[in-house]
DNA sequence: TAGTGGTCTAGACCACTCA
DNA sequence: GAGTGGTCTAGACCACTAT
């Protein structure tokens, strides 16, 4: 192919950015002077420019033109993963195991978050997740009932809640928080630590439409970590 | 304007993917006769269509088709802020505070991270984030000195030295990860805490091109969470 | 080999916003 | 009001890959 390609206006430029051939906040020229430089059309310095702008490299007004931009945002971006996979991952054998099962009335922080009435009963499942039989996460989540009826049926021997409910709502938003917390008695009994350790803990809510599906906790066990790059 | 836009597209298609229209798997008509369906041109099908499969909706493939995504990730982007952003979200005034700062031989973990020679020097710095006054963090960093001279000649009285560097090498590249550790004494100390409290830890490096510039570790006081939308 | 997405072009009009 | 990016079109050719 004869024709300058996107990714390599975006390549360029982006090099131009880092060199400090232009200073932070500075305008650059505009697409049609960049288009003439690198002998295409517009629309393809359109789109190597639209994709440095997603990526927090530039920022683009209308008849402002195009700025480096000033403070540049550092982002990492973390997939959410199945735990199945981070575990085998690690090349371990997974294997996941419903501690308890039960119907019934949830603490008031947990029926408004998955916005049940004050009496409505909700499913409340505890799963240790294992690493070659080793504790490896502890699991404490509430489902509503309602919108996803027919998880009552569903035994989870072979597959997670988690893995279930993704295939089930395969779509849904969510919101999630990273934070540490020292493992209480009944925690660090189920993940073999001693009390007090620090764990990694994940709080993640799921909804659909305007139907809220889960909340959960995920305790990761000792050690564990989240890697991402900037 | 009458154009159909290619965000009417997404969106239309996002709503058939979740409401179940197509399958999990499925192959979805091709961007021809999408087009048609829309009385569009084909590239501003292609448009939503690229779109979806950056968000990890599709999957596209030539000759392939596109594809409903069978197992969709989840995908958590957390900004990594500057702490004095972090503090002043909050509504408290932010201060920091470097509690060292020497010029010595760092740990093998760190002059390997930073590819510093044996024997090399490195400058070693802690600082304090206080938000009203309250330590929020506790920050220890390796600095490569021959990546970033002029550091030597910055006080950081006004300015942290994160900011300072991130204005220095605006476009780094790095590598971050989030896990959770028990404070050990000195830590505790700084952040008047017990010690054992569960500490949300985030270690990252940054480097320029080939040139490592920073590794740190940062220790966020009690109770401090991450929080991102799914 | 044939079918699909990937990309580029040249031109057009529009929408926003700065001065 | 004028300059900039935002988007759409219609057509073309290419690159990959499933069959």
Redesign the pocket.
Known sequence: ?N??????IRETLLERIQSGEWELGEL?????ELAEEF??????V??A??AL?EEGIVI???????RVCELPKREAKFEIPIVRQQVEATGAVYRHKIVCRESKKPPISVSTRLHLGADEKALYLEALHLADERPFAFEMRWVNPAAVPHIEEEKFDTISVNEWLIKSVPFSSGDVSFSAVNADCDIADALDVTEGSALFLVDRTTWYDQSFITTLKLYYNQGFKFYSKL
Chains 1, 2 share one sequence.
């Open positions: 192919m024709a300058i390609s996107h990714k390599i650059i020229p505009n697409e049609e002998g295409c059309a517009r629309t393809t359109n789109r420019l639209r702008a683009r007004k209308r008849k402002g033109g195009t």
